[in-house]
């Protein structure tokens, strides 16, 4: 019996926002597994930020996606068949298979989840990237200290809501920046925060100053622009910006301007400093044991947020985080049950 | 006999580029001493790109000189009379004296300079704050190693032109960005630059590319504008941006945009920090220590550019800072002798 797999591809870089004609959805014959291969059943893929800019051909932290191969994605699953000692089959595992049903690769790879400390989803969230970049970004870019006031922007995605809870968890005062009521309530109600600065119906610059008068110790940005700029306004003497990201401007289609207000770094003595949190792989147990230790507690909760819409419904998915309509982590429903 | 100071003082705040509405030349009357005080004749006062900031009615790490006051300007003089132990006519000295031929002043506030180390001009420049701030910008703040890349601007101002100096005398490679071949020249045949850029006649980004094919290890910035960002795009993995000085922008009626290229700072682990040299007073004695011993030797080299015209020639030596005119430390020479 032939099996076959159906992916998505890169058939257009796009130019701004992706669309219809930047993605080809296609099937592929899976070949039978060669020696020391492992045939994984994709569960969930994560939808990230950062796949905007794997889209650019430019030289950044890691080689572009090239047209006609299939979309990076990290995913969770199942191996369904194995020619290795090294995994067997039925183990739930991670890795960067693709936005795909069926993704045959080396184990070397892949990583094993323990899904009785938390399921799928949440392996591609808390206890995934979007974790291990709120953790190392936080306590080991920003330096986190307790007593320190903490800002955080994309404060109802993935790595924001992490942030903010992990901040809380070291004895910081946090405010989130998000966009709409329903999102700043759950980040204050549901998740501690101190305080929410709904950056839709709100002046961020005037939020921050009266929510911080003494000024902000860290600012970790995940969306640049002017909210990156409003945060600089009101930094603290000696205060960290932890340039994460910048989905504000992730489609615009030329480079957009810098934070106008960055000459703040010199008046409050304040450094910007960017980071890639795969710099960080031989800590990630370190986080993940942390993180863990606190989902256990309750002192974090992790919420996913899951498209649905298979294999196919990838753009849309993608869609939905450029228009922020996800609260917590998002990931795409591949398969609705183990394979 | 009534003695009587000529001084500069602020008239209307300028917007964009102080011009001849800006200032106002005074007159006034000196009180006789009063106990503890001590009267110093001014022989030439420093001229700074930090002067612009002051004039503008914003918070920032120093108060805005108010209009109606003497502007602010660090200067060298001679004690002309005391009524104070603490310090005795003749004595050479430095301190915070504005733009004035005889200030009335407080010992506390003024510092003896040794003049058999260097003149006056000198204590204003690689002695002074300039030279502080290359020091303390270039090893605390970018973390100097031998065989680091330094790429400054204003090469061949007063910060700049010590920057490279010091750099050099610790191992780094040294590339110098300024306006012009004769100041390109300078760095290079003079003090020993490895090589310069001429941002009126070349493209600073591509020249950067050329002549630091690994990346820039450190960015000294006095400039800002699109110098910083032609920087951005050519650090190496781990780089630290120094936020000294935005000359270019300092006469922008508007804020100008920022960095465009900031996001750099992600792809290459790097990191911009802003200081303020005041904050490294309890350690100028180590700084200047190291700097008189290297003048010794003949590492460094100081040059001053002396402007001339006495306290009324204030508005055009200034002029001359933002047209770059100046090679090396500009000063303004009130007096033509000691006092």
Same mark, same amino acid.
């Given at each position: 019996?032939?099996?076959?797999?159906?992916?998505?591809?890169?058939?257009?870089?796009?130019?701004?926002?992706?669309?219809?004609?930047?993605?080809?959805?296609?099937?592929?014959?899976?070949?039978?597994?060669?020696?020391?291969?492992?045939?994984?059943?994709?569960?969930?893929?994560?939808?990230?930020?950062?796949?905007?800019?794997?889209?650019?051909?430019?030289?950044?932290?890691?080689?572009?996606?090239?047209?006609?191969?299939?979309?990076?994605?990290?995913?969770?699953?199942?191996?369904?068949?194995?020619?290795?000692?090294?995994?067997?089959?039925?183990?739930?595992?991670?890795?960067?298979?693709?936005?795909?049903?069926?993704?045959?690769?080396?184990?070397?790879?892949?990583?094993?989840?323990?899904?009785?400390?938390?399921?799928?989803?949440?392996?591609?969230?808390?206890?995934?990237? =979007?974790?291990?970049?709120?953790?190392?970004?936080? @306590?080991? !870019?920003? *330096?986190?200290?307790?007593?320190?006031? /903490? %800002?955080?922007?994309?404060?109802?995605?993935?790595?924001?809501?992490?942030?903010?809870?992990?901040?809380?968890?070291?004895?910081?005062?946090?405010?989130?920046?998000?966009?709409?009521?329903?999102?700043?309530?759950?980040?204050?109600?549901?998740?501690?925060?101190?305080?929410?600065?709904?950056?839709?119906?709100?002046?961020?610059?005037?939020?921050?100053?009266?929510?911080?008068?003494?000024?902000?110790?860290?600012?970790?940005?995940?969306?640049?622009?002017?909210?990156?700029?409003?945060?600089?306004?009101?930094?603290?003497?000696?205060?960290?910006?932890?340039?994460?990201?910048?989905?504000?401007?992730?489609?615009?289609?030329?480079? =957009?301007?810098?934070?106008?207000?960055?000459?703040? @770094?010199? !008046?409050? *003595?304040?450094?910007?400093?960017?980071? /890639? %949190?795969?710099?960080?792989?031989?800590?990630?147990?370190?986080?993940?044991?942390?993180?863990?230790?606190?989902?256990?507690?309750?002192?974090?909760?992790?919420?996913?947020?899951?498209?649905?819409?298979?294999?196919?419904?990838?753009?849309?998915?993608?869609?939905?985080?450029?228009?922020?309509?996800?609260?917590?982590?998002?990931?795409?429903?591949?398969?609705?049950?183990?394979?």
């Amino acid at each position: 019996m032939t099996r076959t797999s159906q992916e998505v591809r890169l058939l257009n870089r796009p130019i701004g926002r992706p669309d219809s004609s930047t993605w080809e959805i296609t099937e592929s014959a899976i070949p039978p597994l060669g020696d020391g291969q492992v045939l994984i059943g994709v569960q969930h893929v994560s939808i990230d930020p950062a796949m905007r800019g794997w889209l650019n051909d430019v030289r950044s932290y890691v080689p572009p996606v090239q047209v006609g191969e299939v979309m990076r994605a990290q995913g969770v699953g199942t191996v369904l068949e194995s020619r290795t000692d090294d995994l067997g089959v039925g183990e739930s595992v991670t890795g960067m298979f693709g936005v795909t049903d069926l993704a045959v690769t080396d184990p070397s790879t892949v990583t094993r989840i323990d899904t009785s400390i938390a399921d799928g989803p949440t392996w591609l969230g808390a206890l995934g990237m =979007p974790g291990m970049t709120a953790y190392f970004g936080l @306590l080991d !870019v920003g *330096r986190l200290t307790p007593g320190d006031t /903490v %800002v955080v922007s994309a404060a109802a995605g993935a790595v924001g809501s992490m942030v903010g809870q992990i901040a809380k968890a070291h004895g910081a005062r946090t405010i989130g920046i998000a966009g709409g009521p329903e999102k700043c309530a759950w980040l204050v109600d549901e998740l501690g925060f101190d305080a929410a600065v709904d950056y839709k119906n709100e002046r961020v610059l005037a939020s921050l100053r009266k929510l911080a008068p003494e000024g902000v110790d860290i600012y970790f940005d995940n969306v640049g622009g002017e909210t990156l700029d409003a945060a600089l306004a009101n930094l603290r003497r000696g205060a960290r910006v932890v340039v994460c990201g910048a989905i504000s401007t992730y489609n615009e289609t030329s480079l =957009p301007p810098g934070p106008s207000r960055y000459m703040s @770094l010199l !008046v409050f *003595r304040a450094s910007m400093t960017g980071f /890639v %949190v795969f710099d960080y792989e031989d800590r990630y147990d370190e986080a993940q044991r942390a993180i863990a230790t606190w989902l256990e507690e309750g002192a974090v909760s992790a919420r996913t947020h899951v498209a649905e819409g298979g294999v196919a419904g990838f753009p849309q998915a993608l869609d939905m985080l450029f228009d922020g309509r996800n609260t917590g982590k998002l990931v795409l429903e591949i398969a609705r049950r183990p394979y």
